[in-house]
């Protein structure tokens, strides 16, 4: 087992650009470099509490992904260029996706679209890999870990690819695309974690995965 692997339970401060456990998680410019940067404990009463989790999305740089807690579990919100989004439309690439259409109940349905997310350029995912639960690696660039990589997530466990959606590849370990937590944005920079937007009603507890 390489360096990488890590459980959902055993996140590695490089992993991390910022762990929000409050209110609010303001990502500051200070703070503008992957992978690490600042990690901080939850408290229990915040933990137990479970409430929505606002993140201010415009410190977030293109191409840039930041990792919050959320009812302690690890999601990544990724701030995705014109090229990332462009990349998920690749006939290449949805070959080669096990659920291209995000037909299973992975996600709600205002993110069963080519995105899998309200607003194209942000992307916020449950960051627990479907196979056993690692926390899969951000690899956004094309032919960071191949030739024909596309930009992606791969999983240090066994393995698993995941596009800048968080499809699957087909024949992998992980047999689901990643979750899609509920969100919704309040206005153009705040992203609340866990609410759903007016007249959506979806839960976390509707995914095969969770
Ligand atoms: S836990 Fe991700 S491939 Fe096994």
């Known amino acids: 087992m390489s360096d990488h692997s890590v459980s959902a339970g055993e996140i590695k401060r490089r992993d991390f650009l910022y762990v929000a456990t409050g209110a609010f998680a303001a990502v500051g410019g ?10 901080m404990e939850p408290s229990s009463d915040v933990l137990a509490a479970g409430g929505p989790l606002a993140v201010d999305v415009s410190k977030i740089e293109p191409g840039q992904q930041i990792l919050v807690m959320w009812r302690s579990k690890p999601i990544f919100v990724v701030n995705r260029t ?7 439309k690749e006939p290449a690439l949805l070959a080669k996706l096990s659920d291209p259409n995000s037909k299973a109940k992975q996600q709600p349905a205002y993110a069963e679209n080519w995105s899998r997310s309200l607003q ?3 992307l916020v995912l449950v960051a627990i ?8 690696g951000f690899k956004p660039n094309k032919g960071q870990v191949d030739a024909s990589w596309q930009g992606g997530y791969l999983c240090p466990c066994h393995g698993s690819r995941y596009d800048l959606a968080g ?6 370990p992980a047999p689901l695309n990643l979750p899609v937590p509920p969100y919704h944005f309040t206005d153009a920079k705040t992203l609340v974690i866990g609410e759903n937007p007016k007249g959506s009603a979806y839960s976390l507890s509707e995914v095969e995965t969770l």
Not at 82 to 88: D, E, G, H, N, R
Not at 167 to 172: C, F, L, S
């Open 129 to 136: 890999c479907t196979h056993l639960g690692c926390i899969p």
């Open 30 to 39: 200070a703070i503008a470099l992957w992978p690490f940067i600042q990690q």
């Open 120 to 122: 194209p350029e942000y």
């Open 167 to 172: 499809r699957v590849h087909m024949a992998q």
């Open 82 to 88: 014109s090229p990332m989004l462009a990349t998920l």
